[in-house]
T-cell receptor, first 115, second 112 residues
Framework: ETGVTQTPRHLVMGMTNKKSLKCEQHLGHNAMYWYKQSAKKPLELMFVYSLEERVENNSVPSRFSPECPNSSHLFLHLHTLQPEDSALYLC??????????????FGPGTRLLVL | AQSVTQPDIHITVSEGASLELRCNYS??????LFWYVQSPGQGLQLLLKYFSGDTLVQGIKGFEAEFKRSQSSFNLRKPSVHWSDAAEYFCAVGANTGKLIFGQGTTLQVKP
């Protein structure tokens, strides 16, 4: 595997379900990100992990719970979601910025549908 | 506050024609600028980036972009579009915190 991978690629869940999205990066990076991409809206940054510590949480509802067990893996745990949470969830990784902007590399995304 | 505007939501060009996608940004310091492309069902792929130096930046797939500080713009260009270029294009501005702000995207349709 190369680059950034995400599983599953598609997910359908009911509002009472609990599911998890997985992201794995094979680039030796140490920062990872979750973005939400909704139709006709700019990408929204949800969470940032740098050196396995959460450094940003952009006012995301608590029904989304991230986990970063190590620098290569990132999870997004989902529970009691709402239909408006249906979107493409993108994971990205980069080197930890050291005063400069590092390029972020994206995975293919998980297409989530909440019924 | 940082922001990115892509004025054109949808653009249609004929195959072989030239292309310019517009991007305007708002940022107080020297910006780091990116263009990404997203094909249907795929993630974002980096086309090119500007950090400093030469204001004309070359990228992959024959794309280039020009940074114009006076106009706060970073327009993407390609001299001859191919059908495979049909996709959604995102401009983004980044700070030294590592955070990226994306525009809403421009969907490119290529006519045969």
């Amino acid at each position: 595997e190369t680059g950034v991978t995400q599983t599953p690629r598609h997910l359908v869940m009911g509002m009472t379900n609990k599911k998890s999205l997985k992201c794995e990066q094979h680039l030796g990076h140490n920062a990872m990100y979750w973005y939400k991409q909704s139709a006709k809206k700019p990408l929204e940054l949800m969470f940032v992990y740098s050196l396995e510590e959460r450094v940003e949480n952009n006012s995301v509802p608590s029904r989304f719970s991230p986990e970063c067990p190590n620098s290569s893996h990132l999870f997004l745990h989902l529970h009691t979601l709402q239909p408006e949470d249906s979107a493409l969830y993108l994971c990205a990784s980069s080197q930890v910025p050291a005063g400069v902007q590092e390029t972020q590399y994206f995975g293919p995304g998980t297409r989530l549908l909440v019924l | 506050a940082q922001s990115v505007t892509q004025p054109d939501i949808h653009i249609t060009v004929s195959e072989g024609a030239s292309l310019e996608l517009r991007c305007n940004y708002s940022y107080g310091a020297t910006p780091y600028l990116f263009w990404y492309v997203q094909s249907p069902g795929q993630g974002l792929q980096l086309l090119l980036k500007y950090f400093s130096g030469d204001t004309l930046v070359q990228g992959i797939k024959g794309f280039e972009a020009e940074f114009k500080r006076s106009q706060s713009s970073f327009n993407l260009r390609k001299p001859s579009v191919h059908w495979s270029d049909a996709a959604e294009y995102f401009c983004a501005v980044g700070a030294n915190t590592g955070k990226l702000i994306f525009g809403q995207g421009t969907t490119l349709q290529v006519k045969p």
